[in-house]
């Protein structure tokens, strides 16, 4: 269908091939080892778990006594009115938490019988009466100072 | 946690390798690297499709899976052997003596492979449960299936993170977790490895089968030190599964168009691979529509038009079971998809027409492109293309590159209407996935651009007599 012809001496062109190939072949064993020694020093820098393995197992308890499995309301800084929080960070936690207590499903609202709390303690001893307060929800269970479970508001 | 949950993944591959080498024993012209590699995507998909079945009509908690795998496998063994046609000369052609060079490059390609072992084992060190979209979307969805039961179709509502999406990984770890009675994170990134290896055996296996044996080396040695592949593959999301999928499709077709003694056979299995790519990723359904447009357009108006209807029905063959499965899977659990449903339809058309984003977005693209493989893939990539520009080639592409070609650049084209009528922002859009979507095609276009330039067998053999290589 398509034809395009160059000429070379033939026995320049035998032996540019087998160079050619030969580079190349060297070229993916240095980019190879190259890969190999970066991802092995990074592999040898982790100290202690990695991030997501911390998180799980920090939620492991908050797994036991929420229910098997439907959906229940999710609440964080991002709900909270004039709250400084970082988007992706909130963001990530809340997938996170959604990684971790799977078959639950999160809904971000107050809208279902169970809702759970994820705060950054910013050390105001008020935070959680206020949060109950503006959304009309009970607290029912505190895990730690950052997590909180409540009784929600199903429509 | 014990390495006997590695056995759980055992059944998958056999199902795969042996339903592989049942259709393809009679070609008479197959290797094993090829078989053992097509087994792995081909077979956990399947796996995948048979157990969505099994958890529609029960629950993936059900137990007796296990037990109609092995049936399954029982019943492939013994339709092998009644053909009685196993060769193992025929399987192993590719590691026959052929000159000093075939052995410098199959040696590299071993080194290359191990060191990409060690680097996969390092990356899944450092991220065990794999990066954002793993435990974001893939392992999250592997969890909801193993940990709901009975309940497991409750999890398909709008409040999941991208809930429309296909369930062979998934439902694959899954599988594995019900079966080991226990989620082990040794499964998911053992998945995600044998997915991302098995297409540099693809890749090297089909250059095989046509004569290209250093070539063979060579494009899995350049496959496997793309940092990118190991980094991608490494993350558990699904698209290295898909860049399976997408090249044992592409593969097969190639070859089927190559060996018309044996295209039905060929066929099936590719036409299975590319319905098996929709069952992996929402861009696989994206695939399946561009390879059937493009094996269809192919075999009914320019090749073997003699054998039309038996062709198509090989591809209905292939395609029918997955088909099924993705049917069923959108019409009855999944929920809208984010980018493309009703509420949405009017911003995708504004956006069609909005001609000036046509600009930006192949800029961004093309800044996505130059960046391709990751730091050190430069060196490998840029001898590859003086390779290729030094070339005094005579290049006759013929149907089978040709197709390879088409179906690379409408895919392309469909990644970049993608971004064009997306409602997210769209650099943000092409900058977080861009570089994931290019490694779907990126063995295809190795297979494409190594099956097309002039074999090194033919000019280094000893009786160099100046003849054309075998057209492609």
New interface residues.
Partial sequence: ????????P?KF??I???V?????????????????Q???R??AS?VGP?M??AW?NRQERVRLILP????IGYLADWDIPNYEYGARDQE?EF??M??SV??V???RGVDHEYVLGNFNDNGDPGKIQFIQDYFGIRLIKTYSNELFLFQGKPE | MSYLVYLTLLPPFLIGLLFSTLLLIQTRNINLLLLVSLGIPIGFGISSCLYFFWSYMFNPGQTGFIYFEFALIAALLFLIWRKKQFNLIIFTDFLKDRNKLHWILGFTALIVGGLGIASFVNYTHINPHGRYDAWAIWNVRARMLARAGVDWKSVFIPEVFHGDYPLLIPLTIARSWIMAGTESMRIPPAVAGLFTFSSAGILAGVLFMIKRWNLGWLAACVYLSTPWVLFFGSKQFSDLPLTALILAANACLFLALHDPENKTKWLVISAMAAGLAGWTKNEGQLFLLVYLIIAIAILVFFHDKKNTIANLKAIGLGVIIPAIVIVLFKIDLAPPNDLLNSDRISTNLNNLISFDRYGDALRGMFRVIRAFGGGYAGFPLILLIISLLSLPVIMKIKIPGLTLGLILVFQLVGYFFIYIITPLPMLLHINQSFDRLLMHLYPSFLLLVFSIIWPIEVNTAASFDGTSPPAV
């Fill in positions: 269908m398509f034809k395009m012809k160059v000429w070379f033939r062109f035998q540019l091939l087998v050619l190939a030969l580079c190349l072949a060297a070229g993916t064993g240095y980019s190879a080892l190259k890969t190999f970066t991802t092995s990074d592999a982790m990695e997501v393995t799980d098997a499995d439907g959906v990530v997938l996170l959604q990684y799977a078959p499903i999160l809904d």
